[in-house]
């Protein structure tokens, strides 16, 4: 099985053609309107502590580019889509080495992800 690297994680092909699989136009369209849907939630920032962040973002084809600032601790109403991408996307893997049986460094394979900001949602959204 081979496999291909993905933004440093090495992933199966198989993998790789499953999430690259065509969905329809109806589909996308559904999808991009519930990433649109407005939510009101608090920034917060972690790295560093207190701070701030800006941003371009668009997920799809067709929607505009948008400039994001955020300062933790304010309140924001902002879409869904973007909501999700701070707390999924922007965070680092933690590694942490153990010793084997022979002495040697190993990877870790429980890897804790550090969020480096989330927004807290005041509404409920998936």
């Known amino acids: 099985m081979s496999t291909i690297l993905q933004v440093g994680r090495?992933?199966?092909?198989?993998?790789?053609?499953?999430?690259?699989?065509?969905?329809?136009k109806e589909e996308m369209e559904k999808l991009r309107k519930e990433d649109s849907k407005l939510v009101k939630g608090v920034f917060r920032c972690h790295e560093p502590r207190g701070g701030s962040v800006s941003f371009n973002y668009r997920k799809w084809s067709g929607d505009p580019v948008r400039f994001y600032t955020f300062y933790d601790g304010l309140e924001?109403?902002?879409?869904?889509?973007?909501?999700?991408?701070?707390?999924?996307?922007?965070?680092?893997?933690?590694?942490?080495?153990?010793?084997?049986?022979?002495?040697?460094?190993?990877?870790?394979?429980?890897?804790?992800?550090?969020?480096r900001m989330n927004f807290e949602s005041m509404d409920f959204y998936s």
């Open 10 to 24: 090495a992933i199966t092909k198989e993998k790789a053609a499953s999430a690259c699989k065509k969905i329809s």
């Open 76 to 115: 924001y109403e902002i879409p869904v889509g973007v909501a999700k991408h701070l707390n999924s996307n922007c965070g680092y893997e933690q590694h942490g080495h153990i010793l084997d049986a022979q002495g040697n460094p190993i990877v870790d394979k429980r890897a804790k992800v550090v969020s």
